[in-house]
């Protein structure tokens, strides 16, 4: 099976780090220093188990490549729709393409159901390029529990003791290739999962990420710092209920929010949206926090707590010059 990690940063990195055990025929697209290192020393990813080293074949041209079966997309979401000829140029006839990523996916409603089957969202796809040159019939939904980071040019810190994806189809279809993926990362102590129902894993890490994302990007610190005050933890705990609200008007059971919320309460790991504000790195701001807001437009579910605090964080966001709301042009 070949498969291409396209974006082999922080959880890219760690998948194929785990991949390369395997009998995958495994390769990377990155770029800059961190590809130059991967080429030169190899792929590290430092792991509680110890660290991973292999040298995959790494490029920055996907055109060096072969058609895939599977290509696994862990770019940022505002970089998808530049990229997206170049995944369609990775495909075959029957290639699938999963997207690792934070926040409501490109294809949400594609195979939804109802009325809102097939609703395009233009934030996250301004002008169609992911609908269009890759296809939502390709897409596989992913959810990565990871808490990754590049620490140095070709080396990647996996900082759970225990690292989990859970990965499935829009139309909740059984597919076997997922089945093959799953066994062949599960050994290497990555858990994978695969589902009927996507979008409710989709919708129980947003949750967190709306809350610990916007907290994040307001105060530059990890939950555990910020949860342990009263007042914020109120408000967080108000934000999670809206965001259940959202999810279930949609058809979507993410679970109990609270559970979350305290597993969030004990992280010491600063959310990824933050990092790339410190880092003055493009920020996810459409694909976490905005889209979410327009789900619960249409879906009519008042969200005065999360309106404020999103606000307020894509206000950051645009006051460092990392976030141009599409909508707006």
Not at 102 to 123: E, K, S, V
Not at 128 to 141: C, M, Q, T
């Amino acid at each position: 099976m070949k498969i291409c990690i396209y974006g082999a940063g922080a959880v890219g990195g760690h998948i194929a780090g785990r991949l390369a055990g395997s009998d995958a025929e495994v390769s990377l697209i990155a770029r800059g220093e961190h590809l130059n290192a991967i080429r030169q020393n190899g792929l590290r990813v430092e792991t509680h188990e110890g660290t991973l080293v292999s040298h995959p074949f790494a490029t920055d041209q996907p055109d060096d490549l072969e058609a895939q079966d599977i290509v696994i997309v862990t770019v940022k979401a505002p970089a998808l729709p530049a990229i997206a000829k170049d995944v369609a140029g990775l495909l075959h006839e029957d290639s699938l393409v999963l997207f690792v990523m934070n926040g409501i996916p490109w294809w949400y409603f594609h195979a939804h159901g109802g009325d809102l089957d097939g609703t395009q969202l233009r934030r996250i796809d301004p002008e169609n390029s992911l609908w269009d040159h890759v296809g939502p019939e390709r897409a596989v939904g992913a959810v990565a529990y990871t808490a990754c980071s590049v620490i140095a040019p070709g080396v990647i810190r996996a900082g759970n003791p225990r690292n989990r994806l859970l990965v499935g189809r829009p139309d909740g279809r059984q597919e076997p290739r997922l089945e093959k993926l799953a066994s062949l990362l599960n050994p290497s102590g990555l858990e994978v999962t695969v589902t009927s129902r996507i979008r409710d894993a989709i919708w129980t890490k947003l949750l967190m990420n709306l809350i610990g994302g916007s907290l994040a990007v307001l105060t530059a610190s990890p939950m555990k710092n910020v949860l342990d005050k009263p007042a914020i933890a109120g408000t967080a705990k108000a934000m999670a209920d809206e965001g259940a609200a959202i999810a279930r008007a949609l058809g979507c059971e993410p679970g109990d929010p609270q559970e979350g919320l305290q597993k969030l309460s004990t992280s010491a790991h600063l959310q990824s949206i933050a990092q790339d504000l410190l880092a003055n790195r493009p920020m996810e701001i459409d694909a976490m926090f905005r889209v979410p807001l327009d789900l619960a437009e249409l879906a009519q579910v008042s969200t005065p707590n999360l309106d404020l605090m999103i606000e307020l964080a894509t206000q950051r966001a645009r006051a460092a010059e990392l976030y141009e709301d599409s909508q707006a042009k």
